[in-house]
């Protein structure tokens, strides 16, 4: 769901956008941390926000880490 806006904020056109793993960390409301497949190699991590049910908002794209590996740890960020 927020393929867009990371596609938007990096300047990229992603044909593979695949979540790997995901960590969840409650605050109000959820972030979640998700590695992201974007091509054969090229791999980022993704921080999106998810607001209480209550408030009926989509998800949001916080924050990203681009470069990454397969390998690479997915860490809070």
Do not use: W
């Amino acid at each position: 769901q927020v393929k867009v806006q990371f596609e938007s904020r990096a300047n990229m056109n992603c044909d593979v956008f695949i979540a790997i793993v995901y960590k969840t960390q409650v605050v109000a409301g959820t972030m979640y941390f998700i590695k992201v497949q974007v091509s054969d190699v090229e791999y980022v991590h993704l921080k999106v926000f998810q607001s209480l049910s209550y408030e009926n908002q989509g998800p949001s794209l916080a924050n990203f880490q681009t470069g990454k590996t397969r390998d690479d740890p997915l860490t809070y960020f």
